[in-house]
């Protein structure tokens, strides 16, 4: 089925671990998009990629890091990560101003 | 920069009552997008509006856009245990970013 897939769904790390949450997209959409929820807080900005091999900070970047793989993938890394990235991370993808934006299913990440 | 304002922030009713959520943005916008996403899922776009005093309709919901194109409305009309959820509005400016809203989460009682 066409759409966005995210991997894992679930995580648990300690404090300090690193890892990345892998993002793929086969709707052949320019521009892809890492969002976290928190209660509350609505859907806030990490990281975005306009286009294949671009990448730049949303609203709350610090903490994290991207990489545009190529067209259809986007991740998201967590270099050394902290209890107050405890979230449900959400990739998205869409092609810019015309249709609203695809999500995935989302992780949710705990960091104890 | 670019914050869109939603309110309320919860809203109780019982089944067959009316919903509105209302979204601001501080600047104007390009396009205005509402999305719906379920207890424990994903955000599921909706619509999305262009045009300035733009209403548009799906069934039992109806959309509109400022005339200023800076505030939106989505109203539901009798509603269903399955309008349960949280209803976000996003602001597109132009750019590459799309601001949400903080989310209007509607509770139906039966």
């Known amino acids: 089925n066409a759409g966005v897939t995210q991997t894992p769904k679930f995580q648990v790390l300690k404090t300090g671990q690193s890892m990345t949450l892998q993002c793929a997209q086969d709707?052949?959409?320019?521009?892809m998009y890492w969002y976290r929820q928190d209660p509350g807080m609505g859907l806030r900005l990490i990281y975005y990629s306009a286009s294949e091999g671009t990448t730049d900070k949303g609203e709350v970047p610090n903490g994290y890091n991207v990489s545009r793989l190529n067209k259809r993938e986007f991740s998201l890394r967590l270099e050394s990560a902290a209890p107050s990235q405890t979230s449900v991370y959400f990739c998205a993808s869409s092609e810019v101003g015309v249709f609203g934006y695809t999500f995935g299913s989302g992780t949710r990440l705990t960091v104890v | 920069g670019q914050q869109v304002m939603q309110i309320p922030q919860y809203q109780h009713v019982q089944e067959g009552e009316d919903f509105t959520t209302y979204c601001n943005s501080s600047t104007t916008l390009s396009n205005i997008q509402w999305y719906k996403q379920r207890p424990g899922g994903h955000p599921v776009f909706l619509i999305q509006l262009v045009k300035s005093g733009e209403v548009k309709k799906q069934k039992r919901l109806t959309f509109q856009f400022g005339e200023a194109k800076k505030n939106s409305s989505l109203h539901i009309t009798a509603t269903q245990t399955t309008d349960v959820g949280t209803y976000f509005c996003?602001?597109?400016?132009?750019?590459?970013?799309?601001?949400f809203g903080a989310g209007t989460r509607l509770f139906v009682k039966a």
């Open positions: 709707m052949n959409h320019n521009s």
């Open positions: 996003a602001g597109y400016d132009g750019g590459f970013k799309t601001i």
